[in-house]
């Protein structure tokens, strides 16, 4: 019987110290809407991104899977969403509602933006400030990509030519998932030195 005891007191213990070790870790947040399946795609190859950096967690939810405790649990959130209309998405606009406000508890986590359009000067620049503004409202640190060529974000186009080509559904060309892969990167870097900073 003391044996028996052991042994689960060991188990626990030991189930204690990996769910310790795992909340230590970075947590970045990967949400989206996608009706054609393209900013899916671009949120896969920006979580993608993400976990190429050691030592983070990563989550990847729609925005009808995740909720206000996926929110606080992040230490970075990147948002996704189609462009409607040089607008976000109606669907992320109430995510967006849902996010705790009073007392700021978002405050200090790292925001960024990705999207897809239709094409080129059709809202994505105007979709990706709206997602860093709304951050901003909530205290957040928000960051673009690498370098100029996607200062506010990442954004992929599948309409326009030369970007309409589609072999399957939600296909989004390579060289927008790059810029994707990127932000994910960039982000959950930020937040490593950001924890460890505090740390």
């Keep these: 019987m003391n044996i028996l005891k052991m042994t689960l007191s060991l188990i626990f213990l030991g189930l204690f110290a990996t769910n310790g070790v795992s909340q230590d870790r970075p947590n970045v ?4 809407y996608s009706k054609q399946g393209h900013t899916k795609t671009m949120a896969e190859t920006v979580a993608d991104g993400a976990r190429s950096v050691e030592n ?3 989550k990847l939810l729609s925005v009808a899977d995740a909720d206000s405790a996926d929110v606080l649990a992040a230490d970075a959130i990147i948002l996704g969403s189609p462009v409607y209309n040089a607008n976000v998405a109606p669907p992320v606009l109430e995510f967006l509602k849902t996010w705790p406000f009073e007392g700021a508890p978002l405050r200090n986590k790292i925001g960024a933006a990705f999207v897809t359009a239709g094409g ?12 860093l503004h709304a951050m901003l409202i909530f205290g957040m640190i928000v960051v673009g990509g690498p370098d100029w060529t996607q200062a506010f974000g990442a954004s992929g186009m599948t309409v326009e030519p030369p970007f309409d080509r589609q072999p399957e559904p939600g ?16 982000v959950a870097e930020l937040t490593v030195r950001l924890r460890s900073g505090e740390e």
């Design 120 to 131: 080129m000067s059709a809202g994505e620049e105007l979709t990706q400030m709206n997602i």
């Design 56 to 58: 983070v967690q990563v």
């Design 171 to 186: 296909f989004v060309e390579a060289y927008f998932l790059k810029k994707g892969e990127a932000l994910g990167r960039r």
């Design 29 to 32: 947040l990967v949400v989206y």
